[in-house]
């Protein structure tokens, strides 16, 4: 498949000059960089693209949730939804804004409005979650991140994050089980802490979505073997009313292209996705009920 080089950044995207396009921002006190697209330049921008990354939204302060983004973000994730489903229906849509678990939902439904969803090409990125269980885990461990590999699964805010540590291969005291878990669930509001109202995790994201991005361009380009964990419309748990679920997934030219089940766990990960999944379903039927109600 010859891949189009045109992969778009929608976060360059003029809020200031385009009254009634985005949320209105003014009243959030943000150092972003506002430059980029007027509405009728958005279109041209992501006309034939085929991948989509978008990261556009305001992030944490200290005491904030995810969740807690959820009135500005929604809106700006829908406005730039619908653009791609006019303007490049068929790209493959990598979702970093957050709440995750409801803006992926918020895309997927948008375009099923539009009559183009194709579930095997909208990804949420919970790559960070993976890039932070590895960094605990080998630093725990005393290895090099690289020989660490955890499975992460479930959604991308507090207990909805699911590090599955027994699957590493590695042995682990009760204690470190706890405090590992625990920092690769809140990771997120350690750094949002310790930025102290000026963002959240920026390199480090961009390190992640640099990582995912490049693991799908090579399997749209046929390359074998390429597995990530990523948060996608997946039969995994269905059977909970949970209709998207972050597992290892294989990439492949279509996008999704094998969605691997959790796999074995112990008895304490069974209580953690016991407890992720009623908050995953919420967050999903959030995002849902946003754009049947907007
Ligand atoms: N999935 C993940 O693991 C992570 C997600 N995030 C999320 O990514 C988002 C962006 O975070 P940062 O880049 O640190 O924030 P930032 O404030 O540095 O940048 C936000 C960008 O969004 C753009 N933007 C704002 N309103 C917009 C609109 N109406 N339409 C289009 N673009 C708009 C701004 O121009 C700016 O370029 C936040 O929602 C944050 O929570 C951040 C880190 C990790
Ligand atoms: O914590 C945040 O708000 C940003 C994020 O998603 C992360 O760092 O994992």
């Not at 045109?6 to 006190?29: C, K, Q, R």
């Amino acid at each position: 498949m010859k891949l189009n080089p045109h992969v778009t950044e929608l976060s360059l995207y003029d809020i200031v000059n385009t009254p009634g396009v985005g949320a209105d921002l003014s009243h959030i006190n943000t150092n972003s960089t506002v430059v980029g697209y007027k509405k009728d330049q958005l279109h041209e921008a992501l006309k034939d693209a085929d991948v989509v990354i978008i990261p556009a939204g305001v992030p944490r302060k200290p005491g904030m949730t995810r969740d807690d983004l959820f009135n500005t973000n929604a809106g700006i994730v829908k406005t730039l939804a619908e653009a791609s489903a006019k303007a490049c229906p068929n790209a493959n849509f990598l979702i970093i804004s957050n709440p995750v678990n409801s803006t992926v939902p918020i895309f997927a439904e948008v375009l099923k409005k539009h009559g183009v969803f194709n579930p095997k090409r909208l990804f949420g990125v919970t790559t960070l979650d993976v890039l932070r269980a590895s960094t605990f885990v080998s630093a725990v461990k005393g290895k090099r991140t690289e020989e660490v590999n955890v499975h992460v699964i479930g959604g991308h805010s507090g207990v909805t994050i699911v590090p599955l540590l027994s699957q590493t291969g590695l042995t682990f005291t009760k204690e470190q089980t706890d405090a590992l878990t625990h920092r690769i669930q809140f990771g997120g509001d350690e750094v949002v802490k310790a930025k102290d109202g000026t963002g959240s995790a920026t390199l480090s994201m961009a390190q992640a979505g640099a990582r995912f991005a490049d693991s799908l361009l090579k399997a749209l380009n046929g390359e074998k073997g390429i597995v990530e964990p990523t948060f996608v419309y997946s039969p995994v748990a269905t059977k909970d009313g949970v209709e998207y679920f972050s597992t290892n997934v294989e990439l492949g030219p279509e996008g999704v292209a094998k969605i691997h089940q959790i796999g074995k766990v112990n008895a304490f990960e069974e209580e953690l996705i016991k407890a992720a999944l009623p908050e995953l379903k919420k967050n999903i039927q959030k995002g849902v009920d946003f754009v049947a109600k907007n």
